[in-house]
Nanobody, 114 residues
Framework: QVQLVESGGGLVQTGGSLRLSCAAS????????MRWYRQAPGKQRELVAA???????NYLDSVKGRFTISRDNAKNTVYLQMNSLKPEDTAVYYC????????WGQGTQVTVSS
């Protein structure tokens, strides 16, 4: 059974940090691109960060220098370290896998208060 389970969301003040985790099961984790998306109320879902098997990453321009995506292939887990958070980062954050297996997590809420 394919499953992606996010954790680590919450409420934080402007300038604070959060670390999201996404534990994967039932997929060929190391062969998939892993991504973090977010969707704010009334807005379209957008790609925040992505990482492929060799560790190559890319980021949404507005989070470059603040967010870091990483993966631990031994633990089938992808992370999103979010620093210097801003109110505009408030959204539901989703983990997703693409490649051999396409799957989405259920989402975790991140709220940044001003």
């Amino acid at each position: 059974q394919v499953q992606l389970v996010e954790s680590g969301g919450g409420l934080v003040q402007t300038g604070g940090s959060l670390r999201l985790s996404c534990a994967a099961s039932g997929i060929f984790f190391r062969l998939n691109s892993m991504r973090w998306y977010r969707q704010a109320p009334g807005k379209q879902r957008e790609l925040v960060a992505a990482i492929i098997g060799d560790g190559t990453t890319n980021y949404l321009d507005s989070v470059k220098g603040r967010f870091t995506i990483s993966r631990d292939n031994a633990k089938n887990t992808v992370y999103l370290q979010m620093n210097s958070l801003k109110p505009e980062d408030t959204a539901v954050y989703y983990c997703a896998s693409f490649g051999l297996n396409t799957a989405w997590g259920q989402g975790t809420q991140v709220t940044v208060s001003s």
